[in-house]
């Protein structure tokens, strides 16, 4: 009778804690296999914004005259510093994107850069630059992708990496995942990008996420909120775990006096 009493009350502790642990875990809804094939995600054609900097590397068969537009905030065409040695990230300032959404170089003055991807930019400055340099090579990268975590996470803040590409699972693992405290079912994505403002919610339960590409890549300068629960719940929830708990060793220690 004992052992009875005792399986069937840790049998109801587990089962209660399964239940509330499935509303923390991610993607309860994948199917239970060893292994899940997931659909092709193309990755998001980024496109220039306000504030942005670039990479911009221009080469020509003149390397001097190429020279002359990478040292205005690119890199030299050897891609060497005043000393000889080569050129680190960090010492790569990068062509600052205006307000108005321009670029500025010499000779060429100002060009429109918002609203172009790498490549689109890429083509349009080559053309441009066949009237001051033989045969030009021009490059175009982002230099970083900025994107904000806050609210109930372990590390809130504003992150940069050096990455063309970041999800939204890297979002998270930056801010040092979410807490037991946190809402996995209400978290919203604030996005300012191509002109255009929307708040997207995501449910971190479901398997959604994985298939969608608006939402699980992240685009420069998203900030992510992840809201807490409900403190009431949160505290029953304790509660109660500690009152089954309480009640076991209450059972156990009777039962082992009876008998």
């Known amino acids: 009778m004992r052992n009875r009493l005792y399986i069937l009350t840790v ?36 496109t220039v914004q306000d504030g942005d900097r670039l990479l911009i590397t221009i080469g020509a068969q003149d390397p001097e005259a190429a020279a002359l537009f990478n040292a205005y905030g690119g890199v030299n065409s050897s891609g060497v510093n005043s000393s000889g040695a080569v ?8 062509t600052l994107v205006d307000a108005d959404g321009t670029i500025e170089l ?3 003055g100002k060009v429109k ?5 790498s490549m689109q930019l890429r083509d349009q400055l080559t053309l441009s630059l066949v009237k001051y340099l033989r045969g030009p090579l021009v490059t175009v990268k982002f230099f970083q992708i ?34 037991i405290s946190a809402k996995r079912h209400d978290i ?56 089954m708990v309480t009640l076991t060793v209450g059972i156990i220690a009777i039962f082992t006096r009876v008998f």
């Open 11 to 46: 049998v109801a502790i587990v089962i209660s804690s399964c239940a509330s642990n499935k509303q923390l875990r991610y993607f309860n809804d994948l199917p239970e296999a060893d292994r899940i094939e997931l659909p092709h995600m193309s990755q998001v054609e980024r």
């Open 87 to 94: 050129r680190s990230e960090s010492e790569i300032v990068g």
């Open 106 to 108: 010499p000779y060429m």
């Open 113 to 117: 850069a918002t609203g172009l991807t």
């Open 146 to 179: 900025k994107f904000t975590v806050l609210g109930e996470v372990r590390n809130p803040g504003t992150f940069t990496l050096p990455l063309q590409r970041t999800t939204f699972l890297d979002a998270l693992g930056a801010a040092g995942d979410l807490p």
């Open 188 to 243: 919203q994505i604030y996005r300012d990008y191509n002109g255009k403002r929307t708040i997207f919610k995501v449910d971190l339960r479901k398997k959604d996420l994985l298939y969608n590409q608006e939402l699980f890549q992240v685009r420069h300068n998203d900030v992510i909120y992840v809201q807490p629960r409900d403190s009431r719940r949160f505290s029953d929830e304790s509660r109660f775990y500690a009152s």
